[in-house]
């Protein structure tokens, strides 16, 4: 279960840094932003999704084998 917790709040936080980059680059420039390049942080972004995403499909074959287990 901390395996399905923890995944959903990855990818949370990934999207959410995503968003935070794209407001940044298309929006408005923040000032804590200013000179920074924005592939670090999206290379984190999608790094941590794709994390989350791995995180839940093993929490759900995990689950998967042991309902198969108890037929």
Avoid: C, H, Y
């Amino acid at each position: 279960m901390v395996r399905l917790v923890f995944g959903v709040l990855t990818i949370l936080i990934g999207v959410g840094l995503l968003g935070w980059i794209a407001f940044n680059q298309f929006v408005e420039m923040q000032p804590q932003a200013e000179g920074k390049s924005p592939l670090v942080g999206s290379a984190l972004a999608v790094l941590m999704i794709v994390s989350g995403v791995v995180r839940i499909r093993s929490f759900l074959e995990q689950r998967r084998e042991r309902l198969d287990l108890d037929r």
